[in-house]
């Protein structure tokens, strides 16, 4: 943070004497302009339940803030979110037009995003849909509008592509808060930016100026604030205009309409104190106004501020982050398949647009507002909106996966399976699948790919029976260079079945396969020694690879603390404080899964080991059975890393952090009196991540997939050893900071799965194996006799020939039958893409994040190029 805003730290709550202030006919803002900003700061829920919260909006901030529009002509006001508008016209269709009228005069504004989330929570295609839900859907139902500052008031975090989604869906301006007071520009890696403005923490910034007795003393108390800022300006050659904001939880519509005349008539006389104009304005006219003077010279801020209330959501609302980021998965393979699936029946009829659109809806609805009074309720309610985003994922991918199965031409056989991948590069991984068989006749079985080969697979040792003696059996089986985005069909046929291995494996002294030379010991893997690198991995003198252990995690998740609240080591136990023995619970041509279990005083643990005989990969799963909800309680994994000098890097919304490069710089600096973030952004820990956490020394690294929101790399315990414990943090039970919250205990069983890759360089050689294998291959099994279709054994239906170009989402656009196709850029790298898709193309455009303003590009029949910027995020339209 620049030395020349220190002095911002006074301005905030003015701790000035007033009878000191001097008439300055010389001001800077003389002859300027005041603009009040007058919000209500909105969670969905946290004062109170749902819908009592949704009541209030209505009837004490947007139907009151209607009657003073009606009865002012000068009167603005900003509503923080489009989500409050739907609400709003569900309850009352009837003011509609009054609604359109005041925000097409530019008096009514709506933030330009769904709501205001934590933004690290969502992967990059749910953070996008903030904009589609949001500006996206308020132009199209407020026709002749236009909605372009994005607010978030209350997180204390900004993703690193959050700036980027805005700048590209037409969002110029931010309203934030909890954060050193000015005007800044936020940069994503690429290039883009937002003007943000922040007066430092929302409520606090305004409560003097609020609070004053008088129409005098709130004038001292203004033109206090004016002179604070008026260096501030000066340095930067900012537009002599100033925006106050008026907003706390709840707050209600000003009326400051006579004070406002009474100033303005003063400002018109002598004008002793050299004050502005005022008058009430939206943020966006204010920002307007203040962005004006092509001289201004901003701060800048460049990369993610990690946000400190991420507790909150991963670790203290397991279950239901776990939903949540399921669905986003599915819902993006769900629109990619039902494009190729209408493309190949040259109609859009059956394209589920609208259960699409209400299970992204659905998907990206909780905000910042977990917890809270009756948090119960709150929780309830976003858990449920996960699961139904997730069900209704499941079930729209097996509608179009399913019908583009039974649209190939099949071998003659038991069973086809088709191995479906939903990524844009080829890939090989292993893939589960289950097969009901009448009779059992699993016991003399095959399975062949197209070409007749023969693929080993075995039967996992979970066998689950129907009522009608039926067996349902678990497969599990390599597939091997499933197209991208595409598919790979293989055969379940009579024959000879693989044959039991007789050799069961053991731990002791050690395991091996054709990959690693594995030791496992009490509390996980004591060593892993890559043969091919001829490097041991992990560092194991205090944890072993994959332990779980345990601490005291008093906190709130969210607050008004300034650094994330650490767990402490009163109640630690991890594993290998106990004895275990290792036992080979399913062994094959496949691969073996060791296990031990051991109880705890909070839970019982179950840890499993999974090798793979034909896939640099090995599995740790763990279970948390029957944790008894004790409050205060966390739950890691570690991951020692045998590195001197780790760097550590993890996926976020479309990018990747690489911890002590891309935080902005320093610290977030002063919000109020008692809060400011003083710890510099690179030293913020834990993080929010989405796929995969990875460390490497420049020779060799270590990728972890993530099935938690949340992770770490700096040892909590007592004497912290030096080198970086990769640690997914899996469990907290935490409490609402609401003096009437609830308490996040959690009880009951919780399960989690980590991949782990090893391999030489850095992230750039894992992350495809860690977003792979938290984004599984999907298959389908059919009857083959029952189908007569036309489509070969394999077919990729669309790709892209760049290796650090990922393709987020193919769909059908919003507003005709052409197709959206989205990607980005993860390597850092401007290159030269080519996409290829199955169906001939007319004509292809570039467009903003949000399927607005094409801009023709050259194409064939085949596909077309495009330069993709160094991280960028594009969007083309498809006729």
Sequence with gaps: MKNSVKYLAVLAVLIINLSDIQAQNDSYFKGGNLYILNSSHQDIAWMDAPDVCIRFRDEQVITPALRRLASSKDFCFDVEDALSLREYLERHPDRYNEILQYTREGRLGWGATNKQPYQSMYDGEALIRQVYFGRKWLKKTLPGCDFRTAWNEDVPGMALQFPQILAKAGIPYYQFSRHQPGFYKWFSPDGSYILGWTPGQYEQS?????????????????????????????????????????????????????????????????????????????STRALDELSKNPQTKFDELHGERPDVWLYIHGPAHQRALKAGRDASRLLTAAEKFATFDALLKNSFSDYPAQ??????????????????????????????????????????????????????????????????????????????????LEGGHHSHLKLIDGSGKEIAYQLTTQHQYTGNRDEVISFVFVAEN????????????????????????????????????????????????????????????????????TMQSVGNGAGEFTDVQQPTMEGFDKLSNYKQQWQCIETGAVRDVFQTIQPLKETQACLRIVFYKTVKRIDVEVD???????????????????????????????????????????????????????????????????????????????????????????????????????????????????????FYLQPGNHSYSFSLFTHSGNW????????????????????????????????????????????????????????????????????????????????????????????????????????????????????
């Design 206 to 282: 305004g409560r003097r100026i609020r609070a004053a007795a008088t129409d005098e003393a709130r004038t001292d108390s203004l033109a206090a604030l004016l002179n604070q800022w008026a260096p501030y300006f000066k340095q930067r050659s900012i537009s002599p205009s100033y925006a106050y904001l008026s907003s706390y939880d709840f707050s209600t519509p000003l009326n400051w309409d006579k004070y406002l005349t009474d100033w303005n008539e003063k400002v018109s006389g002598a004008n002793e104190k050299g004050l502005p104009h005022i008058q009430y304005a939206t």
């Design 355 to 436: 259960s699409l659109s209400e299970a992204w809806e659905a998907a990206i609805y909780p905000d910042h507002g977990w917890g809270g009074k009756n948090g119960h309720i709150t929780d309830r309610l976003f858990r449920e909106k996960f699961e139904f985003a997730e069900e209704q994922g499941k079930q729209l991918l097996n509608e179009s996966l399913t019908s583009i199965a039974h649209q190939i031409k099949f071998k003659a056989a038991l069973r086809a399976v088709t191995v479906f991948n939903p990524l844009s590069w080829e890939r090989t991984d292993p893939v589960m699948f289950t097969l009901d």
């Design 482 to 549: 499933v197209p991208a985005m595409g598919y790979k069909n293989y055969y379940i046929v009579e024959g000879t079945s693989p044959a039991g291995n007789l050799n069961i494996p053991s731990a002791v002294p050690a395991y091996e396969n054709a990959y690693y030379k594995v030791i496992l010991g009490d509390g996980g893997i004591e060593s892993l020694y890559d043969k091919e690198l001829k490097t041991e991995f992990l560092q194991t003198k205090k944890f072993s690879g994959g332990e779980l252990f």
């Design 624 to 742: 948390l059975n029957r944790f008894n909800g004790e409050n205060w309680r966390e739950f890691r994994l570690a991951f020692p890393v045998n590195m001197k000098q780790a760097k550590v890097a993890y996926e976020v919304p479309m990018g990747v952090v690489e911890v002590g490069k891309d935080e902005i710089a320093g610290a977030a600096g002063f919000s109020k009196p008692d809060q400011i973030y003083s710890t510099p952004c690179k030293d913020v820990h834990p993080r929010e991540v989405q796929d995969w956490f990875s460390a490497s020394d420049g020779k060799t690294g270590l990728t972890i997939s993530s099935d938690v929101a949340v992770f770490d790399w700096i040892d909590p315990t007592d004497n912290p050893v030096g080198y970086a414990v990769l640690q997914p943090v899996l469990l907290a039970s935490r409490k609402s900071c609401h003096g009437a919250g609830n």
């Design 764 to 879: 750039k050689n894992g992350y495809k194996q860690g977003t792979q294998s938290k984004q599984p291959f999907q298959v389908v099994v059919s009857l083959p006799h029952l189908y007569s279709g036309t489509l070969p054994e394999q077919y990729s239906f669309s790709s892209v020939n760049v290796k650090g170009v990922v393709v987020s989402t193919i769909k059908k656009c919003d507003d005709d039958d052409s197709v959206v196709l989205r990607c980005y850029d993860i390597e850092g790298k401007d290159t030269e893409a080519s996409f290829q898709i199955f169906k001939p193309i007319q004509a292809v455009s570039h467009t903003n994040i949000i399927e607005e303003e094409p801009t023709s590009i050259k194409s064939s029949e085949q596909g077309f190029s495009y330069k993709i910027g160094h991280h960028a995020i594009e969007t083309f339209k498809l006729k």
